[in-house]
């Protein structure tokens, strides 16, 4: 079992349902759970696909997780947009009206000068590190309330057939 010796002592007056219990106990404290049977016929991971259909399907699974992988992305440029568009304001505006970057002639210039633009360049970098901390962070918590990373699929479900997309609420860690 995964190169772990397992020692178990089964006393000889122990009833049968104990003995099926204590043969997934692997050490102290760690249950080893059976692997999820396949709802196909075949054997238990249900019988193997033909080369051209496990091809075909490898396709499409890969072409959904380039799908899934485009939403995240989505998702994280729309957060980081929106997090950092104060920051983003401030340094446009600084370099806009600075007399030696660009020296605009826009309305809003002729109430700054050289120094209130510096100000606002060095308030624009000084407010960048901790907005992307926040949204980093936010961009995290919309991945995992969305579930987004839970769309992804195993390439090896081309194999076998019978396991069409399967992404239910239920996640266990198979050994």
């Not at 396949?38 to 396709?59: D, K, Q, T």
């Not at 050289?114 to 980093?136: H, Q």
Request: aromatic share 10%.
């Amino acid at each position: 079992m995964c190169g772990v010796d397992v020692d178990v002592d089964l006393d000889e007056g122990s009833s049968g349902d104990e003995e099926k219990e204590q043969e997934f106990w692997v050490g102290e404290g760690v249950k080893m759970l059976p692997p999820p049977l396949a709802h196909s016929e075949g054997s238990a991971w249900g019988s193997r696909r033909g080369r051209c259909g496990c091809v075909a399907c490898g396709a499409g699974l890969l072409l959904w997780n380039v799908g899934v992988v485009l939403v995240c992305v989505l998702v994280l440029m729309a957060v980081f947009t929106l997090v950092l568009l104060p920051a983003s304001l401030l340094l446009y505006v600084g370099f806009l009206c600075h007399s030696r970057v660009l020296d605009s002639h826009s309305p809003f210039c002729r109430y700054l000068d050289d120094n209130s633009c510096s100000a606002l360049i060095i308030l624009g970098f000084v407010m960048m590190s901790p907005l992307v901390v926040v949204a980093a962070a936010i961009f995290c918590g919309l991945l995992r309330r969305l579930r987004l990373l839970l769309l992804f699929q195993p390439i090896t479900r081309a194999w076998y057939r019978g396991q069409g997309l399967d992404w239910g609420g239920d996640i266990r860690a198979w050994v």
